[in-house]
Nanobody, 123 residues
Framework: QVQLQESGPGLVKPSQTLSLTCTVSGGSITATYYAWNWIRQPPGKGLEWMGVIVYDGSTYYSPSLKSRTSIFRDTSKKQFSLQLSSVTPEDTAVYYC???????????????WGQGTQVTVSS
């Protein structure tokens, strides 16, 4: 059973960098045909895809967040991380990590999610 767990500070000051880590158990982050995503949900709004790191290490970002976002991984720890710079209160959200399947008829399906972690941007 694959499990994902987000971790990081729940409160970040404006203009600082938000850093979150997703620890994966029960699966490998380098396994072929899987990608590892960061998704967030601001209060009262829908889910927003932020970016992804694919099994081969390539990364892709939302155009609206690309200039402020970085995703990287530590394969030895089975972790992948998100950094979002220059945060504002509009970045307040529940942040999720999720695994995406990249093969066949289930291409693009998010099959496992973390429980989510609340991050508030406030001074």
């Amino acid at each position: 059973q694959v499990q994902l767990q987000e971790s990081g500070p729940g409160l970040v000051k404006p203009s600082q960098t938000l850093s979150l880590t997703c620890t994966v158990s029960g699966g490998s982050i380098t396994a072929t045909y899987y990608a590892w995503n960061w998704i967030r949900q601001p209060p009262g709004k829908g889910l927003e895809w932020m970016g992804v790191i694919v099994y081969d290490g390539s990364t892709y970002y939302s155009p609206s967040l690309k200039s402020r976002t970085s995703i990287f991984r530590d394969t030895s720890k089975k972790q992948f991380s998100l950094q979002l710079s220059s945060v504002t209160p509009e970045d307040t959200a529940v942040y999720y990590c999720a695994r995406e399947f990249l093969y066949g008829s289930s291409y693009g399906y998010y099959d496992y999610w973390g429980q989510g972690t609340q991050v508030t941007v406030s001074s």
